[in-house]
């Protein structure tokens, strides 16, 4: 059974930085690539970051580029996004994502709020 449980959001004045993570279990995680995604209220869910299996190299939005990275620990079957420089606009519920044998699959989502 695929799981995947997010952590490590909260509040934070602009300009700090969070790191959220990714535990996951019920795969291989080291073959498949893994997204971040975020809902900000009443928008629809964007994608944020992702990181593939085979290289590690990572692909991020634009309006998040400079600023977030993402990292995955295969020995801990976990991903990272760190946060840097955050802005208002980041505000949101963060979703890890990943998609296993033809079936996506959300983490639980973790609150950001950027506030000061």
């Known amino acids: 059974q695929v799981q995947l449980v997010a952590s490590g959001g909260g509040l934070v004045q602009p300009g700090g930085s969070l790191r959220l993570s990714c535990a996951t279990s019920?795969?291989?995680?080291?073959?498949?690539?893994m997204s971040w995604y975020r809902q900000a209220p009443g928008k629809e869910r964007e994608f944020v970051a992702i990181i593939t299996s085979f290289d590690g190299s990572t692909n991020y939005a634009d309006s998040v580029k400079g600023r977030f990275t993402i990292s995955r620990d295969n020995a801990k079957n976990t991903v990272y996004l760190q946060m840097n420089s955050l802005k208002p606009e980041d505000t949101a519920v963060y979703y890890c994502?990943?998609?296993?044998?033809?079936?996506?699959?959300w983490g639980q989502g973790t609150q950001v709020t950027v506030s000061s």
């Open positions: 994502n990943t998609k296993v044998r033809g079936t996506t699959y």
């Open positions: 019920g795969f291989t995680f080291s073959t498949y690539a």
